[in-house]
Structures are given as structure tokens and as C-alpha cells.
């Protein structure tokens, strides 16, 4: 599965055009499942995030993009439902647009339901707003545990091999600085990336590259030397 990896949403013509491209085709002929989990899991959200989320009401644009249709997936309900069920919904979307939260929850959640195990072949393209994003690192990060796992540990899942920190200078986190990147970047086991809201990374059969009109870093992880 293709990946646009981004910190704010696609907040830019440029991570639109960058979109288009990984789709192969206009907005207006896709089809999207938008996926709320992840704002159930983090202590500072309520259902009303949720909500803004799947109406398309927030800052950080996804669902109000122009799709041909969107629709509803909720993680946490696909256990209670037969795979034939919702596997097919998931094989048809040309987008699945994973909200932000808490990346942990949504990992755990992932897995429960098995969507996981999917993601390898689907045809689509997953688009990552901040949690949404993180969830696809070996870890978040000791500063990112909000829902605290079973297992105690940071571990995310691990599809690309470089961990995210988000919305770099946005002015309603005022504690997301690149020096906190910088301190949270020096705690990993490996390379890391931060971004601001103008940014993403693109999985596309190779290693992520970064697509920005904005602020971003790379830190090169243990043993590398400095960035």
C-alpha cells in the first residue's frame, strides 16, 4: 500500500498534487473510508474530535477533499463483524484517511481487527494525519504514550523504519519545538523524522522521502552521527 505520511493533513497543492500522483487519478474519482480511531485513545480528545474529523471540520484537511464518496470504519467494531464483511470494503477504498489521536490505541486496534495484516496488498493509498501517520514507525516515543499499551512499551508497528514527530512549530502545541524533536529524537533506537504541518513522507516502494513546503529534519538515529 502506497503511504502519504503527513503531520497536518493535506494541508498544501503540493501534498494534493503529491496525493493525485500516488492515486493516479483526480480526488473526485476515488473513493475514501475515513478511519476515527486513533481520537478515541489520547487523553486530551472527546467524541466531538471524532466528529469534526468525519464531517471534514477541522484544520487539517482530509475528508473534505472532494472524494467521490467517503465513508465510516471504525477499528474497534471490525472484531464483532465476520472479515467477509468489511474486508471488501477495505479492498474497494482507493484512500483510507486515518485521523490523529493516539497512535498507540490506533496500533493496538490494528491489530485487533487485522487490518494490519492487509495493508501489504491492498491497491489504495493511506493517508496519515499525525497519529495516523506515527502508528506506521517501529515507535512513537516516550513523550507520544498516551493510551498506555498492555505491554508497556512505545512500539508502533513498524511498516516504514523511521519514527515521526509531528506538527513542528504549530502555535496550538506550543511544547513541539525542534529542540523537543531534537531531545525526543536522541531517546530512539533509530532514524526519525520531524515535521511541521506543511510536510509529509512518501512511501512508494522505497524508502519515505519527504515532500515539504515547510520545516522539517532528519535525525539520523544512534550510531550515525548528527543530523
Not at 94 to 99: A, G, N, Q, S
Not at 195 to 221: I, N, Q
Amino acid at each position: 500500500m502506497k503511504m502519504l505520511l503527513t503531520s497536518g493533513g493535506v494541508s498544501t497543492p503540493l501534498l494534493r498534487s503529491t496525493l493525485v500522483d500516488l492515486l493516479g487519478r483526480p480526488l473526485e474519482e476515488c473513493d475514501a473510508l475515513c478511519i476515527p480511531t486513533a481520537s478515541y485513545g489520547h487523553p486530551w480528545t472527546t467524541p466531538v474530535n471524532a466528529w469534526r474529523f468525519v464531517t471534514g471540520t477541522t484544520p487539517a484537511p482530509m475528508v473534505e477533499l472532494g472524494w467521490r464518496s467517503v465513508g465510516i470504519l471504525e477499528l474497534a467494531a471490525l472484531p464483532s463483524l465476520a472479515r467477509e464483511r468489511w474486508v471488501p470494503w477495505v479492498e474497494a477504498a482507493d484512500v483510507l484517511l486515518v485521523d490523529g489521536g493516539d497512535a498507540l490505541y490506533l496500533a493496538h486496534w490494528m491489530r485487533e481487527s487485522g487490518l494490519v495484516d492487509l495493508l501489504p496488498d491492498l491497491p489504495g493509498v493511506w493517508v496519515g494525519l499525525s497519529a495516523g501517520t506515527m502508528v506506521m514507525a517501529p515507535q512513537v516515543g516516550e513523550e507520544f504514550v498516551g493510551w498506555p499499551p498492555p505491554d508497556g512499551a512505545d512500539r508502533a508497528l513498524g511498516i516504514v523504519d523511521v519514527a515521526v514527530f509531528p506538527h513542528i512549530d504549530n502555535p496550538d502545541l506550543p511544547e513541539n519545538t525542534m529542540a523537543a524533536a531534537e531531545r525526543w529524537a536522541a531517546a530512539l533506537d533509530g532514524p526519525a523524522y520531524a515535521l511541521d504541518d506543511r510536510s509529509a513522507l512518501v512511501v512508494d516502494g522505497g524508502p519515505p522521502r519527504v515532500v515539504s513546503d515547510g520545516t522539517w529534519r532528519f535525525f539520523p538515529g544512534p550510531g550515525a552521527g548528527t543530523a
